[in-house]
């Protein structure tokens, strides 16, 4: 499977998404994470596109981490943000 270069996300709350298009840079796709919809030619056919995958990714990941309700936490623990749970998340979703 070819890799897909991370694209450039914005969260704009309540599951919505902007996922920047990998094919035209500065064109971004609304994504609706919790509806499973897309703004792209392809999520418009009902296509499960790449931004879909990539919004729900970063939907799971922001729910899972309370991130949208407080950004700008600050970690209390002394743990290396490297070997968090959350950075492995990351990492996973943006490769
Ligand atoms: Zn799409």
Not at 5 to 18: E, H, S, T
Not at 44 to 54: A, P, T
Request: aromatic share 8%; charged share 20%.
């Amino acid at each position: 499977m070819v890799r897909q270069p991370k694209p450039r996300m914005k969260a704009l709350g309540n599951g919505l998404y902007l996922v920047e298009s990998t094919s035209k840079p500065g064109i971004g796709h609304k994504v609706d994470a919790a509806r499973g919809k897309c703004g792209c030619p392809a999520g418009r056919w009902g296509k499960r596109c790449h931004h879909l995958v990539w919004a729900e990714q970063m939907d799971t990941w922001y729910r899972a981490h309370g991130a949208m309700a407080a950004p700008a936490a600050v970690p209390t623990r002394p743990v290396p943000f490297r070997e968090s749970a959350g950075y492995k998340a990351l990492a996973e979703c943006f490769g």
